[in-house]
């Protein structure tokens, strides 16, 4: 997050978003479903953005996994 925001490295975003849905989708099966969906809808939003921008197969891969596991909350 740091590296993304504070430190401009715009390159790593995807990656932190990769990492944001995996945990929002830890988050939904553990009960913490506020924190789950929060974490979820930006995670998305993210993933959205750079699949579009970069094409990334391994980011689509993770938007469509944390989509389909975080269905209701999203």
Same mark, same amino acid.
């Given at each position: 997050h740091r590296l993304v925001h504070d430190e401009g490295r715009k390159?790593?975003?995807?990656d932190m978003a990769w990492v944001m849905?995996?945990?929002?989708?830890?988050l939904s099966r553990l009960g913490d479903i506020e924190d789950a969906k929060r974490l &979820?809808?930006?995670a998305v939003a993210i993933l959205k953005a750079e699949v579009?921008?970069?094409?990334?197969a391994d980011l689509k891969q993770t938007l469509d996994f944390a989509t389909s596991e975080l269905k &209701?909350?999203?």
């Open positions: 390159e790593l975003e995807g849905a995996i945990k929002a989708v830890a &979820g809808q930006k579009k921008r970069t094409g990334r &209701g909350l999203l």
